[in-house]
Structures are given as structure tokens and as C-alpha cells.
């Protein structure tokens, strides 16, 4: 018997999501040196993770033949302190990831629909589908690679129940004005909420809009963070969400009871105690921006402007075989054919990034 055919419909139509190899994997394939492999394939930090979470981490390997706290009482508090909001407003995931997935549990399902831009976080789409709900895809403005806001906010309708945001936006790198994105969220109405995807907004930091207000409000707004980034844990899969407590509440009863683990727990507690890493690794990121960006325009390759850890580069005719030849050379990228002709890299280190440079170089003979 076809097992599919047990399957609910909706989920044949479920694509898998592809990662980015990991470095073994390339080195084993091309013969390489996997210390001499630059990963700038999924938005990594290339300093490491905070020292002082992993020596947390490291202490709580002693206890891991018991469960974790289930209700995360430490991280919760120490989250509500550092954001100055209210325990009962926040909840944590094993990844932001699972937190947008709790979300599709919770508020999609056939009836309804997620509205996204074109170009957006690849899990939006996943996590919709999975609801067996109605993903609604919104052109971006060309030839900015920016969410188009006002077609978002046209597409819509009183069958919305999700609308997914991220800023910056990845895989674009592009972002939006704080008073762009707030005026976006007060337009919307009440029968849908606002996903705010802040994986990026430490980068940004004065920039980035502040939902803290309108969260306090009891407005239909959730925003979402992450330890995997400028953190740099994102092996322990980490991150939380702000929201009114009555939304909290709808997505602890989809959360599996232990979902975050007892390390990643005390990992990211130490974590956020430790923003003089954050300091670091964001100062260290302008620098590798700024870098990259004078190579790219040195050789004539036009970039999408970003503040994020990461960018969105041009002028690859066939970004396909580009990905594989600078991976033969050592640096892994991700490529964005469904953007054209553009590589999406992460900035990596100085050296990381002089080496992915001069392979570029090599790569198009300039
Ligand atoms: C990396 C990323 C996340 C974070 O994912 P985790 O599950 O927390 O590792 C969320 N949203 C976007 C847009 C991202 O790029």
C-alpha cells in the first residue's frame, strides 16, 4: 500500500526545507581542509559563540539526565528583566523557528490565510502550509529587494490571520524605517496579528522599531528574537517571542512541554549577561559590512544595501555554478536563484571575508 495515501493530503504538497551543507560535509566532498573553510552560507556568527554561554552550557552537561524546566522560569526572568516586559508576555522556542510554527498551529488552518512578501523567511511559507492554510505572497518593490508594505497591507482580508514580517529581511538583507513598519502595523486590522521577525534587529539596534508600547497596549503584535545569531547559539536552538499574555497563553498550549533544553536554557540565560559580546560581534559586523561592500563595488557588482549580518550580492549570470566553484575554493554561500542573479552572504570574519573577496575575484576573473 502507498503509505501517501495515509498521509493528510496537504502534507504531499509540503516541500523540505534544504539547509546549508554542513563544513565537514564540503570538506569530505572536495577534499579540503575543513579549517580552511569559510561557512558564510546561513547567517552564523563567525566570532563563536558567547564565552560566557558556553561556559553555562558546559556547567549544565552535569545535569542533563534531568528534564529542563518546562516553563523556563530562569530564561522567562531573565528575558523580562533585559526587555523590561512581564513574564506572562513572553515565550520561548527551540529556535524562533519553533515559535513561528507554534503560531501556524495556533491561528491557521484551511479556513484562513498568512500573508508574506516575496523573497521572505523560507519558514513563513513552511509553517503556513503545514497549517494546511493559504499563503498569500506579496510582490516586492523592484528593483530595491524591500517589502512592498502597501500591497501587504492591501492583500489583506478579514480571512487574514497571520502576517509575517521580517526586518531586515532575509534573504534580501534589505529593511525598512522604524516608522515605516510601525504605521504598517498600526494599519492593520484586528482579526490579524503581525509576526514581527526580529532575528536580525540587534544589528540595527537604534533603528529597529519598538513594539514594546503597542505589546503593552494589548495590540495584535508578536515579535520574535533569536539566540542563533549575534548570540551565536545557534546549535542550541534558542528564541523567544513578546507578546499580550492572552496570545502567550494560546501558544503554551501547543508547545510540547519541554521544547527549549536545559542547556540552551542556561546557555542563553548567560548569554544575555554578556552584552559585551553583543558590542563585539556588532562593531566587528559593521566592519566586515563596510568591507565587503568596498569590494563589491571595486569589482563593479551591485549589492543590496545592508545593515544586517549578511548581504545580498549581484552580477553572478549563473549563481548556481558560482556557489559551486567558490565552494571548490573553500567559501560556501548560499545562492538565491529565485532572485536572479544573486549570492546571499554572511560576513564573516576579516580574514573570511578578504578570502571570499579574492575568490569572487578569481571566480570572474576581474
Ligand atoms: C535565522 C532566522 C531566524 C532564526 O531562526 P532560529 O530558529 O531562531 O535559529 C528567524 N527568522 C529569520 C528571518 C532568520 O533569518
Known sequence: MDINSLAQPHILKQPVYVTGKPIAYTAREFGLDPESIDKLASNENPFGPSPKGVAAAQDYLKTVNLYPDGGAYDLIGKIAEFRGMKREQIAVGNGSNEILTMLGKVFLGPDCNA???????????????????????????????????????????????????????????????????????????????????????EFIEDQAPDFRSRI???????????????????????GYCLARPEIIGLINRVRDPFNVNSIAQAAACAAIDDQEYVNFVREKNKEGLKQLMEGFEKMGLPYVKSQANFISVGGFKDPM??????????????????????????????????????????????
Open 115 to 201: 500573508v508574506m512578501s516575496q523573497h521572505s523567511f523560507a519558514v513563513y511559507k513552511l509553517t503556513t502550509m503545514a497549517a494546511n492554510s493559504t499563503v498569500v505572497e506579496v510582490p516586492m518593490s523592484a528593483p530595491a529587494f524591500k517589502c512592498d508594505l502597501k500591497a501587504m497591507r492591501a492583500a489583506v482580508t478579514d480571512k487574514t490571520r497571520l502576517v509575517f514580517l521580517a526586518n531586515p529581511n532575509n534573504p534580501t538583507g534589505s529593511d525598512l524605517t522604524a516608522k515605516e513598519i510601525l504605521d504598517f502595523a498600526d494599519s492593520l486590522p484586528e482579526t490579524c496579528i503581525l509576526v514581527m521577525d526580529e532575528a536580525y534587529t
Open 216 to 238: 503593552n497596549e494589548g495590540k495584535n503584535i508578536i515579535c520574535c528574537r533569536t539566540f542563533s545569531k549575534i548570540y551565536g547559539l545557534a546549535g542550541l536552538r534558542v
Open 321 to 366: 555554478d558560482a556557489f559551486q566553484a567558490l565552494q571548490r575554493m573553500g567559501t560556501i554561500v548560499r545562492p538565491q536563484p529565485q532572485m536572479g542573479d544573486i549570492l546571499r552572504i554572511t560576513v564573516g570574519t576579516k580574514e573570511q571575508n578578504e578570502r571570499l573577496l579574492k575568490n569572487i575575484k578569481a571566480y570572474l576573473g576581474k
